[in-house]
Nanobody, 126 residues
Framework: QVRLMESGGGTVQAGGSLSLSCNSSGVTFSRYYMAWFRETPGGGREGVAGIDSDGTRSYVESLKDRFTISQDNHKNILNLHINNLKPEETDKYYC????????????????????WGRGTQVTVSS
């Protein structure tokens, strides 16, 4: 059974940095595509960064200078480091996993992913 649990959220001042982690069980990173999402107004979710089993990273173009996704294959932990946070990035951030056999390459699409964590709240104060 796949379980994803995010941590590392909290309150940070604008311009500050934060590191999020996603502890996983039932997931072997070599067999999954992993990603981070955040909520959008209206309850949707937008992908912010993804990482393939070979370490290839994908980012939303506007975020790639401040967001860094990484994974620890031994500990099965997915990470997201965010620099220079902005108040409008106050959001709930989610970890997502999709088995490679089901992955269609649309890494930033919510519909791509089978497994989700419950999210961790990031609040950026101005």
């Amino acid at each position: 059974q796949v379980r994803l649990m995010e941590s590392g959220g909290g309150t940070v001042q604008a311009g500050g940095s934060l590191s999020l982690s996603c502890n996983s069980s039932g997931v072997t990173f070599s067999r999954y595509y992993m990603a981070w999402f955040r909520e959008t107004p209206g309850g949707g979710r937008e992908g912010v960064a993804g990482i393939d089993s070979d370490g290839t990273r994908s980012y939303v173009e506007s975020l790639k200078d401040r967001f860094t996704i990484s994974q620890d294959n031994h500990k099965n932990i997915l990470n997201l480091h965010i620099n220079n946070l902005k108040p409008e990035e106050t959001d709930k951030y989610y970890c997502a996993a999709d088995p490679k056999w089901a992955f269609d390459g649309k890494w930033s699409s919510r519909e791509e992913y089978i497994h989700w964590g419950r999210g961790t709240q990031v609040t950026v104060s101005s």
